[in-house]
């Protein structure tokens, strides 16, 4: 995921489009044995979005995870 964005995905939250739960990315499932990686939702199951990398590209679907929320970093002190 850090190829894709510049900002760290892992913290970054994501509400699942099939139960609405919303949880820090970080704590999905991976499953890599698949045709790239499958990210799904830990309450219930279901895939939040897929990576996959091809020689020329990669894709990120995200047809199971309704939003990816990124928060701003704290101000300086």
Same mark, same amino acid.
């Given at each position: 995921m850090s190829r894709i964005f510049? @900002?760290?995905a892992t913290v970054a939250d994501c509400r699942c *489009?099939?139960?609405g739960a919303i949880a820090a990315l970080a704590t999905a499932r991976v499953y890599t044995r698949c045709p790239g990686n499958v990210f799904r939702? /830990? /309450?219930c199951? #279901?895939?939040l979005m897929r990576l996959t #990398? @091809? %020689?020329d590209r990669m894709v990120l679907d995200l047809g199971g995870g309704t939003a990816l929320t990124f928060r701003s970093p %704290? *101000? %300086?002190a």
């Open positions: 510049a @900002l760290d *489009g099939h139960c939702c /830990t /309450t199951g #279901e895939v #990398e @091809l %020689p %704290p *101000g %300086p």
